[in-house]
Structures are given as C-alpha cells and as structure tokens.
C-alpha cells in the first residue's frame, strides 16, 4: 500500500489490485503553522497500524493528530492528549471511529 498525502483534501491509499480510495481531510478549528503535520500524519496512521486497525479508520487517526499539528506554532507546537484526539475523531468522522479508536487511545498522555 502507498499513500499520498493531499493536503486539505486528505490522503489518497493505493494498493496492487484494488482501487484508490480517499480519506478526507479532519477538519482543524485554525491554522496556525503546517509544519509537523505530515510527521503527526505518519505517526497517527502507523499507530493505527500498529495496533491492527484497517488502513481507512488508521488514516482517519492520522489526519486527526494531523489537523492538531495545524493548530500549533511548530513542529511540536500542539497537544495531542487522548481527549482532544478523540474529540477531532468524534467531530470529523462520527462515533463509529471515534469508538473502534478509544480502547487505543485513552490509556496514553501526551
């Protein structure tokens, strides 16, 4: 699988035999610096991985913590603590992956 970062538009997965699908842009309340969110992309997205959860619901996590790094002033401007991680999850992408994320998510600090 190769992935292709868009920007506001999100990221666009491929793979050998399938389709290219589209997962769109989290939504950041500002923005205030785009530097980091591709490094907060790649972390969320591999932790998802990590943790067995399918491509789709890791790239919705990735945008997530990438639509955070937005927010702050620098590479590691921003705070990533389970609630608001979870809160972007809930606001971008409903409850269904907010809830598949949780278990993942809310034993960590930031």
Request: glycine letters at 12%.
């Amino acid at each position: 699988m190769w992935l292709t970062t868009l920007g506001a538009a999100g990221v666009r997965m491929e793979a050998a035999g399938e389709a290219p699908r589209t997962v769109r842009a989290a939504t950041p309340r500002r923005i205030v610096d785009p530097t980091g969110a591709g490094d907060a992309f790649r972390a969320g997205f591999l932790a998802g991985v990590c943790w067995g959860e399918p491509p789709d619901l890791s790239a919705r996590l990735g945008c997530a913590l990438a639509s955070l790094a937005l927010e702050g002033l620098g590479a590691q401007g921003y705070t990533a603590d389970p609630a608001s991680v979870l809160q972007r999850i809930e606001d971008s992408y409903g409850p269904t992956s907010t809830r598949a994320v949780a278990p993942h998510v809310e034993g960590l600090t930031a």
